[in-house]
């Protein structure tokens, strides 16, 4: 069993920056690839970064490229999200995602684990 925790989350004005961070517990092989998605009221639920913890893969979304970086520590089981240059459309819930690969991660049922979810507001 995994278990993800989110914490990092809050209130920003626009050009603000957050990081978020996902710890994570149990099997390393059933969270080898980690992610970070995000939902806004109304919409559904995208996929922003993604790295595989077992190799140097990462991803980042056209959409947020340039402003975010995903990195890991293996170390303390964590998967961070800094975010830089906030706008307001990046306000949502933001959750982290887990999985045993990174095969198609962007499709949210490919996801074995999933945390609760931290909120990112950003305001104009």
């Known amino acids: 069993q995994v278990q993800l925790v989110e914490s990092g989350g809050g209130s920003v004005q626009a050009g603000g920056s957050l990081r978020l961070s996902c710890a994570a517990t149990g099997s390393t092989r059933s969270r080898r690839c980690m992610s970070w998605f995000r939902q806004a009221p109304g919409k559904a639920r995208e996929g922003v970064a993604t790295t595989d913890t077992s190799s140097d893969y990462l991803w980042i979304d056209d959409s947020v490229k340039g402003r975010f970086t995903i990195s890991q520590d293996n170390a303390k089981n964590t998967v961070d999200l800094q975010m830089s240059d906030l706008k307001p459309e990046d306000t949502a819930m933001y959750y982290c995602?887990?999985?045993?690969?990174?095969?198609?991660?962007?499709?949210?049922?490919?996801?074995?684990?999933w945390g609760q979810g931290t909120q990112v507001t950003v305001s104009s």
């Open positions: 995602a887990a999985g045993p690969d990174c095969v198609n991660w962007r499709v949210s049922s490919s996801r074995s684990y």
